[in-house]
């Protein structure tokens, strides 16, 4: 799991990126640039998600052991 989460939290760093590209910062409210604001937005929100369940992970196995 531990593999996994890595994997997603890398793919989700490589959106951010990727749509850092799209941003105009002349007009942030219009285009291509909204779509890359709300982007890199769900894209930090992934991370986040998946920092929280890995790091629920580890708890979860130092409390059974």
Known sequence: MKIFTTVLIIFAFVLIIFNITLLD?????KGDSLVGLIGI??????????LIFRMSKTIQDKTQN
């Open 25 to 29: 910062f002349d007009n942030l409210i």
């Open 41 to 50: 937005a769900a894209s930090i929100c992934a991370v986040l998600i998946l």
